[in-house]
């Protein structure tokens, strides 16, 4: 018989009562999936690392941070906390570093396309991490996050309309930065 | 193929890499070096939560509160001569002839 394992909003009660193994629960829980998105705004797996390591020490250090009575889910709670730390960083170390480690999952056999392919996904991460804050979110949370329009919106605080505008601009910026490796096979 | 086409793929073959196995070890560790700060606030709210009242009770709790705060606040408005009391209330002689003689008047 599976056992129901607490709700995040239970763990941080049982935090803010001093309970450090509610907090090791939370943090095996969610910390790979903050390094997900910590990552696509850092584009550096130890910068991204740091950021979730810091953003859950915050919340260790000071766990009344979290206000049960605002009924907000941790999730909601805590994702703008990582993301503020990683734009506060971005500010920090403003140039933006070239991705050195990635997956290439097309499995084409031909060693140029495949160079020329990570080329362009080490270029497309920078370029992605460089687009204004709330574009980047947008496309983060709608593309990557896998998150519907309405969710995402009500996450940015901004209206659909306002953050379908905004993906848009995204992509508009990525399809002139990216043009050399963008070929149009129409007509 | 379109270009949006193009760039939607090139953007889903973009893989974050993994993290690290000791990440969610590596933050555990880290805290136990971290002293946990408690508010003031909080740790009186957790205090009372042990001691709930019905509301009748939080009324005269309150009637009860605000009658301590009149009390001290206007405790200093009466002006009582401590040193004097017991001169203010003894009679003199002459008070006691006085009373005396109005008793034989009336026999």
């Known amino acids: 018989m599976a056992t129901e394992l607490p709700d995040d909003e239970y763990l941080l009660l049982q935090i803010q009562e001093g309970n450090n193994t509610a907090f090791a629960a939370l943090v095996k829980r969610h910390s790979a ?21 810091t953003a859950f020490l915050k919340l260790f250090e000071n766990p009344e941070i979290w206000n049960p009575t605002k009924r907000v889910k941790f999730t909601t709670w805590f994702y703008r906390i990582v993301v503020n730390l990683c734009l506060d960083n971005k500010k920090k170390y403003k140039t933006v570093q ?32 460089s687009l204004p804050d ?24 901004v209206s659909v309309e306002a953050l379908q505008s905004l993906l848009m601009r995204a992509k508009e910026t990525l399809k002139i930065k990216m043009k050399e490796y963008l070929r149009d096979t129409h007509g | 193929m379109d270009k949006n086409k193009q760039l939607e793929q090139l953007m889903s073959a973009y893989k ?8 969610a070890d590596r933050i555990i560790l880290a805290a136990t070096h971290v002293r946990q700060r408690q508010s003031i606030w909080g740790w009186i709210d957790r205090m009372f939560e042990e001691f709930k009242l019905p ?3 939080y009324s005269l709790t309150s ?14 408005h ?19 002839d006085q009373f005396l003689d109005e008793d034989e008047a009336l026999l």
């Open chain 1, 98 to 129: 070239l991705p050195d480690i990635f997956e290439i999952c097309d499995g084409r056999p031909h060693q140029e396309e495949k160079a020329l392919m990570q080329e362009a996904q080490s270029l497309l991460a920078a370029e992605i991490a």
């Open chain 1, 33 to 53: 999936k903050y390094y997900n998105l910590a990552f696509r705004y850092m584009i550096n797996r130890e910068s991204a690392e740091d950021i979730v390591q």
């Open chain 2, 16 to 23: 974050v890499p993994l993290v690290s196995v000791s990440l």
């Open chain 2, 63 to 76: 009637l009860l509160a605000i009658g301590f705060l009149v009390g001290f606040l206007t405790y200093d």
């Open chain 2, 78 to 96: 009466i002006d009582i001569d401590i040193a004097n009391i017991g001169n203010v209330y003894v009679a003199s002689g002459e008070s006691i």
């Open chain 2, 55 to 57: 509301l009748p009770g």
């Open chain 1, 134 to 157: 709330r574009q980047k979110s947008a496309l983060i949370l709608c593309f990557y996050e896998d998150m519907s329009h309405k969710e995402a919106a009500e996450r940015l605080a």
